[in-house]
């Protein structure tokens, strides 16, 4: 019977030094892993810091592409400012020419009538005359 102890106690040494080879490999290959995973994150790291470089630089070259549209709009400002103003002066050229088209209109009128006039006296006249020259 003791030889039973000593075939068990040879067979769990040998299944503790399975075992602890076993673990020994897994050790190793998580080891492997973990090393894997931190030259990942490392390399991560590194596009991160890219990222957020490329980030701040664009957001810097944003923050001053709106400053140049603000700049440049308000530089716009006063030409519609100018273009409204030339509208204005437009609008106020037609209407005096409006009315200087109505007073022209107006005093053609009268000076045809008195054109008429001064024709049907000029006409009287001529009449008058021949009148008077075939007398």
Do not use: C, P
């Not at 140049?68 to 030339?86: M, P, Q, V």
């Not at 209109?105 to 049907?120: G, L, W, Y």
Request: net charge positive; proline share 0%.
């Amino acid at each position: 019977m003791e030889i039973l102890l000593y075939i068990a106690a040879l067979i769990a040494a040998i299944a503790f030094v399975v075992l602890v080879v076993y673990v020994i490999i897994t050790l190793k290959a998580t080891k492997q892993t973990l090393n894997d995973v931190s030259g990942t994150m490392q390399g991560l790291e590194k596009q991160m810091q890219g990222v957020t470089t490329e980030t701040t630089e664009l957001l810097n070259k944003t923050n001053r592409l709106a400053d140049d549209i603000n700049h440049k709009s308000t530089k716009l400002d006063g030409l519609f400012e100018g273009a409204r103003g030339i509208g204005d002066t437009v609008n106020d050229f037609n209407q005096t020419l409006r009315q200087l088209s109505s007073i022209i209109s107006r005093n053609s009128k009268e000076d045809q009538e008195k054109a008429a006039q001064a024709v049907k006296w000029g006409a009287s006249i001529f009449e008058y005359w021949n009148k008077k020259k075939n007398k």
